[in-house]
T-cell receptor
């Protein structure tokens, strides 16, 4: 299936731990994103990579570090997890064509206890 | 500040009714506007994308309109069905060099059989 896939689907961990979320797309897209959806369902961009280069970095704590080993993968590593990091994290991708829509993964629900 | 607002936050209608979801944005200088659907526990599915030069887009029972000058878009759903129940999000790509989409908080639609 052609898709944006992210793992794990659920992640429960304690404060202070370090965790990673992986994302892969087989759509041949050039640009990948990480979005955060908080408890109020508000969706906000965190990072964007184009062909492995960082192009958007919103005001996200530097505990969050994206890594793009190739243009089909964009992983998110989070250090020293805090309670406020609990949210659903969505990976997305799109082609370089200006009229192409954004394709989302199914999300990773992170719960920090 | 570039913001996207959706009203109402929630809407409940009987099956078969035609309905309109509203989206407003603060800056008329946009590249495009996109409507998404989000089902519980799932990612976002792109429904329609309207370029700044377009006035509307149609897909099946869905019709999205765009009025840049007034900063508004509407999503019209004809002959609603229980399967249309979901949260509908509006997202705008504003001009200014960034590829990011700015999302509204969504309208949660319930279509009652």
């Amino acid at each position: 299936d052609t898709a944006v896939s992210q793992t794990p689907k659920y992640l429960v961990t304690q404060m202070g731990n370090d965790k990673s979320i992986k994302c892969e797309q087989n759509l041949g897209h050039d640009t990948m994103y990480w979005y955060k959806q908080d408890s109020k369902k508000f969706l906000k961009i965190m990072f964007s990579y184009n062909n492995k280069e960082l192009i958007i970095n919103e005001t996200v704590p530097n505990r969050f570090s994206p890594k793009s080993p190739d243009k089909a993968h964009l992983n998110l590593h989070i250090n020293s997890l805090e309670l406020g990091d609990s949210a659903v994290y969505f990976c997305a991708s799109k082609s370089g064509n200006a009229i192409s829509p954004l394709h989302f993964g199914n999300g990773t629900r992170l719960t920090v206890t | 500040k570039q913001e996207v607002t959706q009203i109402p936050a929630a809407l409940s209608v009987p099956e078969g009714e035609n309905l309109v979801l509203n989206c407003s944005f603060t800056d008329s200088a946009i590249y495009n506007l996109q409507w998404f659907r989000q089902d519980p526990g799932k990612g976002l599915t792109s429904l329609l994308l309207i370029q700044s030069s377009q006035r509307e887009q149609t897909s099946g029972r869905l019709n999205a309109s765009l009025d840049k000058s007034s900063g508004r878009s509407t999503l019209y759903i004809a002959a609603s069905q229980p399967g249309d129940s979901a949260t509908y999000l509006c997202a705008v790509r504003f001009q200014g060099g960034s590829e990011k989409l700015v999302f509204g908080k969504g309208t949660k639609l319930t279509v009652n059989p």
